[in-house]
């Protein structure tokens, strides 16, 4: 069985910044595409950034490219998602999820298995 645990949400002032962890168990990690997305209070769940299976290729969100920075470790099964310069809009539930195969797609469709989400809140 497939689990992904997210961890290192929190409250922040904006202009700061927050690490997330997700470390998975229960697939092969390093076979996978993992994604992150978010969800903020009535509205739809987004895409913020992807990264293939072996690191190569990532991709972003246009409104957190050069904020945002996605990794992972697949010795360790843990993707990573650190967040600098953070700006209110940025607060949501984010998500980490993995997807069978080895391209960082970004609709959530693609996505297999899902997290059950860390709360970012980032205030002005």
């Known amino acids: 069985q497939v689990h992904l645990v997210e961890s290192g949400g929190g409250m922040v002032q904006a202009g700061g910044s927050l690490r997330l962890s997700c470390a998975a168990s229960g697939l092969t990690f390093k076979s996978d595409a993992m994604g992150w997305f978010r969800q903020a209070p009535g509205k739809e769940r987004e895409f913020v950034a992807a990264?293939?299976?072996?690191?190569?290729?990532?991709n972003y969100k246009e409104s957190v490219k050069g904020r945002f920075t996605i990794s992972r470790d697949n010795a360790k099964n843990t993707v990573y998602l650190q967040m600098n310069s953070l700006k209110p809009e940025d607060t949501a539930v984010y998500y980490c999820a993995a997807r069978r195969g080895t391209v960082p797609y970004v609709g959530t469709q693609r996505y297999d298995n899902w997290g059950q989400g860390t709360q970012v809140t980032v205030s002005s």
């Open positions: 990264i293939s299976s072996t690191g190569i290729t990532t």
